[in-house]
């Protein structure tokens, strides 16, 4: 049945039971939300005007294809949408759905022929870059005249980056197929998701509603394992093709498929091959993965040969290691004159724990506490370090038991975190085991992605003064926990066994044990290094319906005394003096006030000559940007640049402050 949906432009008509369970899952998802969420807020008319403007932006963000009518005929339902979600139709959002693939049709049919028109690029005009500043197209002459130069610019764009005309225009045809044909084949579940969520959203940006398949992704990243072949697969021109072999999984244990070969069919077992040519790669996946043990088959396409070829592979446990804690010990005397030290880099990309594995009571089971603690035992065992840095940039959080455990590995025992519930109870998690595992030396670095669970343990070490936090101004400010609830109800017996997803609700804040929350302000950094990250609309501030700062009591715990603003002064002193000097942190300041100039910017120009020698210069920025990433190993958990021997110069720098104060006290 799977193999016959998503492939016409226009919706079919849904089967009864799948409307049942759609009414069934939009009822429960509301009945959940009023009661669960830590806002108390109702669904009423407020909401189901913010639902609507958020679903059509969803849809159509930079306002090219509804036209103003149709954002009329829509309003026209704006307070009545929460009525309908709470008998529990959601039909508003198949029919906006429906509309805009028709308008994204009558678009690209346009569009491709706009692609073969000589357009003039010395004429002198621009397009609009913030939607923000533009209304919806009033008539179709508007909508064209918008599209027409949307197509130049696109076609200018690849100009610029040295295509041919003929290859530009193959490219930008091949572009707009394959926009058409990967929303045509957007499925019920995912419309389903997408309008549930933005109901969701406008509670706060964090709240969600996860289809049964999102949800199985979700798990996957929770538990750092997956059942299926252990290949990274991408979407390129219609075809799956392989952008990477995962080590220890089937296909590298089978050793045939290779990264470049494009899948064009699969079948499970002995059954017939499903052509997965121009199909989604979200479902081609869904084919491929399944549980461990069984076979899948591969048509295969050699990218060497364009051979065809057919593979069965053995389903087996992934372990996704590109996402786990890793560390290294760095000798800073081989990185930075004169410096001398042995400095332990630690990784935490996510704040990761199988909840499944626990329960069961596997003996192994995957756990951000656990992996960190194996590496502290590592640097044990190698000869010891005389400072450790946490590396958190771009973690966006994870379990929240994880963040307290991780902490307990820093500090003796006290509280790590207050969590406040709906009804404003306030409860202090606490660290529980007696002593740290680690209690020399520490350096945090985050960035503007550091969120959630980093904002937990920064905080802690922050506010028991263990260590000094490096980085942006400050970190992404979520200082909301949400709970992932199966989406069911017993009274629906005829549902029963049946997965109708999960809500990600935001139940609990959660605060800092000196009384703040990180919501919105995040953790604020205690020497701030230059990004351009730094200075991105990036953070709980900059997303609508963000939830504002709050405060709470202190929870009563002992100061550390391994900081303080003697210390921080001259750490900073010292750092500034050698990022001024920094021919490379001058790059990065630079790159600064460029990307400032252009944020700032209303239109861009569609003349080539004046495109040309503003990207001129870009290029040849670009190149040496390559060519640093060309010399650091990818994989390097802390490669070598100017901004990670900084990090290094100020824990140098702080270990012996801190070496100097133990000396004196002796």
Known sequence: MVLLLGTAIFAQQASVSDSSNDSVTAKRVCAMVSRFHISGKPINDEISAKLMKRFIKQLDPQKLYFYKSDIEQFEAEKDQLDDKLAVGDVSFAYNAFDLYLQRLQERMDYAQQLVDVDHDFTVDESIIVDAKDLDFAKDQNEMNER????????????????????????????????????????????????????????????????????????????????????????????????????????????????????????????????????????????YIRGKRGTVVQLRVKKEKNNAMEVYKLTRKKIELSTSEVKGKIIDTGERLPGKTGRIGVISIPSFYRDFRGAQRGDENFKSTARDVRQVLYDFRDQGGVDGVVIDLRFNGGGALSEAIEVSGLFVDEGPVVQVKQMDGERKIHSDVEPGAVYTGPLVVVCNRLSASASEIFAGVIKDYKRGIIIGDTTTHGKGTVQNVMPVSNQMFSFLKGQDLGALKLTINQFYRVNGDSTQNRGVRSDIVLPSLIDNMDLGESFLDDAMEFDKTEIAPHESLGMVSPKILDYLKQASTKRVVADKDFKET??????????????????????????????????????????????????????????????????????????????
């Open 147 to 286: 599209w027409r130069k949307r197509v130049k610019y696109d076609l200018l764009n690849l100009i610029l980056d040295d295509t041919e005309l003929a290859k530009a225009r193959e490219q930008l045809h091949k572009r707009y197929r394959n926009n058409l044909r990967t929303m045509a084949q957007t499925e019920k579940p995912e419309k389903l998701e997408m309008y549930l969520s933005a109901l969701t959203h406008c509670f706060d940006p964090h709240s969600s509603y996860m289809s049964p398949q999102t949800l199985e992704d979700f798990r996957i990243s929770m538990e750092l394992s997956l059942d299926g072949i252990g290949a990274a697969l991408r979407s390129e021109e219609g075809y799956t093709v392989v952008a990477e072999i995962v080590p220890g999984g089937a296909a590298d244990a089978d050793g045939r498929l290779k990264a470049g070969d494009k899948i064009v069919g699969v079948a499970q077992e002995d059954g017939e091959f499903v052509d997965v040519v121009e199909m989604k790669l979200s479902k081609v996946v869904r």
């Open 589 to 666: 300041q630079d790159e600064i006030n460029k990307y400032l100039k252009k944020k700032n910017q209303k239109t861009i120009s569609l003349v080539e000559a004046e495109r040309r020698k503003e990207l001129s210069k870009d290029k040849e920025d670009k190149k040496k940007e390559d060519e640093k990433k060309d010399e650091a190993a990818d994989k390097d958990i802390f490669k070598k640049d100017h901004y990670n021997d900084e990090i290094l110069n100020i824990t140098v720098d702080y270990m012996n402050v801190l070496k100097n104060m133990n000396t004196v006290q002796r």
